[in-house]
């Protein structure tokens, strides 16, 4: 059992004998391949808690069930465009390795999901192998620090800002007009999506990036009493900027 204060991002998690065989993630048409120059990075984190309270079919079982609890777990890191798109699915790639998926699950746990996040972001990073994309992705998530999400979500009149200014807060180098914070659509915490530059040093978050506006009220969902679910794939609020497709 990992501490529940500030720097846990895992506060259970316990891995299978044997992990889940990953589907391969391909383009599509409307993920098409974009093999295009990179001018920075999104380091997204989800909030489980909100997550595991939607609907999934069992596909998450690992995460949202088997005795496991997790707080921010990592969705990914993703190379941003020059321009308002951004690379995808730059080369082809066979299944991740059991021993990769087993190295990474209790960061992000999902084994399809890590290898939707190295087929559609990681191949379009130059050099880097799956183990050393994830090392890479990792590396950036275990530097994170956060604020009381309890304490946070018992505030009235919480906003958008207030939390960008919280982790900001947690974290020396990580200013609050670097993240973003996305909202479903009854206004609760989904994720936060940090910016990186080409070195992967935090910066401002450019004004067409997606997310929800700091003036924004935010709930944040911690577990307990049920309340309205909302169905599955409506998680973004409207005109938000889904950037990661499914994922």
Same mark, same amino acid.
């Given at each position: 059992?990992?501490p ?5 991002q895992a506060?259970s ?12 993630e ?6 098409p391949q ?7 990075y999104?380091?997204?984190?989800? *909030? ?7 609907p ?11 005795g496991?609890r997790?707080g921010f777990?990592l969705?990914?890191?993703?190379p941003d465009?020059v321009?308002k ?11 991740l390795?059991?021993?990769t998926?087993r ?6 746990p999902?084994?399809?999901l890590l ?21 890479r992705?990792?590396?950036?998530y ?5 604020p009381?999400m309890a304490?946070?979500?018992r ?8 939390l960008a200014?919280?982790?900001a807060?947690a974290n020396?180098?990580l200013?609050?007009?670097?993240v ?7 206004? *609760?915490?989904?994720?936060? *999506?940090?910016c990186l530059d080409?070195?992967?040093a935090y ?8 997310g929800a ?11 307990g009493?049920a309340r309205?679910r909302?169905s599955p794939g409506?998680s ?5 900027d889904d ?5």
């Amino acid at each position: 059992m990992l501490p529940t204060g500030a720097v846990a991002q895992a506060l259970s998690c316990s891995l299978p004998a044997q992990v889940e065989r990953p589907h391969p993630e391909l383009p599509s048409a409307s993920q098409p391949q974009r093999l295009l120059p990179t001018g920075g990075y999104t380091l997204a984190v989800t *909030w489980a808690p909100e997550y595991c309270h939607m609907p999934h079919n069992g596909a998450s079982d690992f995460e949202c069930g088997q005795g496991n609890r997790f707080g921010f777990v990592l969705h990914g890191l993703w190379p941003d465009g020059v321009g308002k798109d951004w690379p995808q699915y730059c080369r082809s790639t066979p299944l991740l390795a059991p021993a990769t998926i087993r190295a990474n699950l209790c960061s992000t746990p999902s084994a399809q999901l890590l290898q939707h996040e190295w087929a559609k972001h990681g191949t379009c990073m130059a050099g880097l192998d799956p183990d050393s994309y994830f090392r890479r992705s990792t590396g950036l998530y275990a530097k994170l620090r956060y604020p009381d999400m309890a304490a946070l979500s018992r505030e009235q009149g919480l906003t958008v800002g207030r939390l960008a200014e919280a982790l900001a807060a947690a974290n020396p180098g990580l200013p609050a007009s670097a993240v973003r914070v996305t909202l479903n659509r009854l206004g *609760w915490l989904d994720e936060l *999506w940090l910016c990186l530059d080409r070195q992967f040093a935090y910066e401002r978050c450019r004004p067409d990036s997606g997310g929800a506006v700091t003036t924004a009220a935010l709930k944040i969902w911690r577990g307990g009493p049920a309340r309205p679910r909302l169905s599955p794939g409506s998680s973004q609020p409207p005109g938000s900027d889904d950037r990661d497709g499914a994922g």
